[in-house]
């Protein structure tokens, strides 16, 4: 998976959907555009998600968010049965880092 793949497959884990659109998203001014996203929880298990697509800057973002009921459980990966892997706030700096050329600083801060 490149960097942008990843970057466009982040999913925090954020419950309810209201904290993205109502709390950041809206308030922030961000455009976005919003759809629902089938990912599968088990082998037999596929349920819809809201997700949202917008720029940061040049880089595009794709987030779906999932509920605090499946912080441990990651949804299984395309075509597999293994669970994505999830990105820590140090492997996505790194990525925004990579894309930017140059280091966010509320990432390295943690804020």
């Known amino acids: 998976m490149t960097n942008e793949e990843k970057l466009q497959a982040i999913r925090p884990?954020?419950?309810p959907e209201e904290r993205v659109t109502v709390n950041f998203l809206d308030e922030q001014g961000i455009?976005?555009?919003?759809h629902d996203r089938c990912l599968r929880l088990t082998r037999d298990d596929?349920?819809?998600?809201?997700?949202f697509q917008f720029s940061a800057g040049a880089i595009p973002v794709d987030v779906?968010?999932?509920p605090l009921a499946l912080l441990r459980q990651a949804p299984l990966e395309r075509g597999g049965d293994k669970p994505m892997p999830r990105a820590r706030l140090a492997a996505l700096d790194a990525l925004i880092e990579a894309e930017s050329g140059?280091?966010?600083q509320r990432l390295a801060n943690g804020t």
Do not use: H, K, N, S
């Open 13 to 15: 884990w954020i419950d």
């Open 31 to 34: 455009p976005y555009e919003q």
């Open 46 to 51: 596929a349920r819809d998600f809201p997700a």
């Open 64 to 66: 779906t968010v999932l």
């Open 102 to 104: 140059r280091p966010d």
